[in-house]
């Protein structure tokens, strides 16, 4: 079980989030909507455990992984050693089969700049789920992508959630998406921003 309580988060004197409560059970799938500006990345960075400057508490699982609406590689490691430097003690044969898995195995040896922006962002999926996280949390990561690659990429994160069964939380301001990958789909809003 992941519980989630954000009593209150700001910025100096600025106030984002205030009295937030979020519970996902094992293999949930939550969608939170939300415009841009609202909080919803803050509100992300602190479920993940990356922001604990906030008045509140999460109970999460150790096993973690977060895909960012830039794929955030290793710009000086190859493709592999993005998957296997990240999760140690991966055996190699893992990571190769997940390359496979997303259709990149001859990108082994690339560096992430030899790829398109559409491979990188297969390699940070592949990173994300080779792990087997108990917990994916997704930060608009379909946004500024053509339709066609957005939809590529959408049903890859599809298929890859039912084959790990993963509990997901997915932030974005597209409903489509919201729709297409939650099972559950609630709403960040107002100033400082709640979940409604
Ligand atoms: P969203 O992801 O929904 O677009 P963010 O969580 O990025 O929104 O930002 C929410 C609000 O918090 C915005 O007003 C933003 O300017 C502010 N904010 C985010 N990060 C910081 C920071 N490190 N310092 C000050 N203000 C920030
Ligand atoms: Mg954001």
Redesign the pocket.
């Known amino acids: 079980m992941i519980r989630i309580h954000v009593r209150r988060k700001a910025?100096?004197d600025?106030e984002?989030l205030r009295g937030l409560r979020l519970d996902l059970a094992p293999g949930e799938r939550v969608a939170v909507l939300?415009?841009?500006?609202?909080?919803?990345?803050?509100?992300l960075r602190i479920v993940a455990g990356v922001d604990r400057a906030f008045e509140g508490e999460v109970q999460r699982p150790d096993n973690i992984a977060i895909v960012f609406q830039e794929p955030t590689l290793l710009r000086w490691r190859s493709v592999l050693q993005n998957l296997t430097l990240t999760h140690p003690g991966l055996p190699e044969e893992s990571a190769r089969a997940m390359l496979r898995r997303v259709g990149l195995e001859a990108k082994a040896g690339d560096y992430p700049g030899q790829l398109s922006l559409g491979q990188q962002r297969r390699v940070a999926l592949a990173r994300a789920f080779v792990g087997r996280p108990e917990l994916l949390i997704l930060d608009e990561p379909f946004v500024s992508l053509d339709p066609a690659l957005a939809e590529e990429m959408i049903a890859l994160t599809e298929s890859l959630i039912a084959e790990t069964r993963p509990a997901v939380l997915l932030?974005t301001h597209v409903r489509a998406e919201a729709e297409r990958l939650g099972e559950r789909i609630v709403r960040l809003e107002g100033s400082p921003a709640t979940l409604v």
């Open positions: 910025f100096g600025t984002v939300g415009p841009s500006g609202v909080g919803k990345s803050t509100f932030v």
